[in-house]
């Protein structure tokens, strides 16, 4: 891990424990239109923009059904959730933090999630100065499984992704890593891990934790 210069985090479900929440306000959300969703059908979205989620939801649904306007709806209903409970950050998350402090290593957020709420997230858990800069889905043509994002972060650092590293929980995460040449280790939050993911990771690991010792024993 000496090659390293720059790590990436992704954002929900990586950094903090944010999927299962999204679930809860999207459940919401399709029910006022008259949905029961099941936690199985959002699966097929963890990871992507809105509008790729729309794409894949279009295809299950069909493009006129009036559950895509969950789309619409969600964020403020997770607003509110995470008014009444709080944000939690995953464990490991502010000792892996310290370790590429001392480590002199880049570190960067690449999400999915709109410029607004990586903002909000990252000052509602008080870490908003611990990272070098942050790209948004809303930023990028394309997003997560196309490598757009991390692409725009290896440009906005300087580096090569030889020398770059992408933290990740999702399958579409990782097909954009692998597709922009990254090395990506995975973190499972919602998904086991496949056999596909366990070929195309770099490493799986169960924590944040881990990937502190990892580079810290560099």
Same mark, same amino acid.
Do not use: W
């Given at each position: 891990?000496?090659?390293?210069?720059?790590?990436?985090?992704?954002?929900?479900?990586?950094?903090?424990?944010?999927?299962?929440?999204?679930?809860?306000?999207?459940?919401?959300?399709?029910?006022?239109?008259?949905?029961?969703?099941?936690?199985?059908?959002?699966?097929?979205?963890?990871?992507?923009?809105?509008?790729?989620?729309?794409?894949?939801?279009?295809?299950?649904?069909?493009?006129?059904?009036?559950?895509?306007?969950?789309?619409?709806?969600?964020?403020?209903?997770?607003?509110?959730?995470?008014?009444? =409970?709080?944000?939690?950050? +995953? !464990?490991?998350?502010?000792?892996? @933090?310290?370790? %590429?402090?001392?480590? $002199?290593? *880049?570190?960067?957020?690449?999400?999915?999630?709109?410029?607004?709420?990586?903002?909000?997230?990252?000052?509602?858990?008080?870490?908003?100065?611990?990272?070098?800069?942050?790209?948004?889905?809303? =930023?990028?043509?394309?997003? +997560? !499984?196309?490598?757009?994002?991390? @692409?725009?972060? %290896?440009?906005?650092? $300087?580096? *090569?992704?030889?020398?770059?590293?992408?933290?990740?929980?999702?399958?579409?995460?990782?097909?954009?890593?692998?597709?922009?040449?990254?090395?990506?280790?995975?973190?499972?939050?919602?998904?086991?891990?496949?056999?596909?993911?366990?070929?195309?990771?770099?490493?799986?690991?169960?924590? %944040?934790?881990?990937?502190?010792?990892?580079?810290?024993?560099?």
């Amino acid at each position: 891990m000496e090659q390293v210069k720059l790590v990436i985090f992704d954002m929900d479900g990586l950094l903090f424990d944010t999927e299962r929440t999204f679930f809860r306000a999207f459940q919401r959300s399709a029910k006022k239109l008259g949905y029961d969703f099941s936690f199985e059908t959002y699966l097929k979205v963890v990871g992507v923009t809105d509008e790729t989620g729309k794409q894949i939801f279009a295809e299950i649904y069909g493009e006129d059904s009036s559950i895509l306007h969950a789309f619409d709806l969600y964020h403020a209903e997770f607003d509110k959730i995470i008014e009444e =409970e709080g944000l939690a950050i +995953k !464990p490991g998350a502010e000792r892996l @933090l310290d370790v %590429l402090d001392d480590k $002199g290593i *880049k570190k960067c957020i690449a999400s999915s999630s709109p410029i607004k709420v990586i903002e909000r997230n990252l000052k509602l858990s008080g870490i908003q100065d611990r990272f070098d800069f942050y790209v948004s889905g809303d =930023e990028v043509e394309n997003g +997560k !499984p196309s490598p757009d994002i991390f @692409l725009e972060a %290896l440009r906005r650092a $300087g580096e *090569k992704a030889g020398n770059a590293l992408v933290l990740e929980d999702s399958f579409h995460g990782l097909q954009a890593a692998v597709s922009a040449n990254i090395r990506c280790i995975i973190i499972p939050d919602l998904i086991e891990p496949s056999d596909e993911m366990h070929r195309q990771a770099f490493q799986i690991y169960t924590n %944040l934790g881990e990937v502190a010792r990892l580079i810290n024993e560099k």
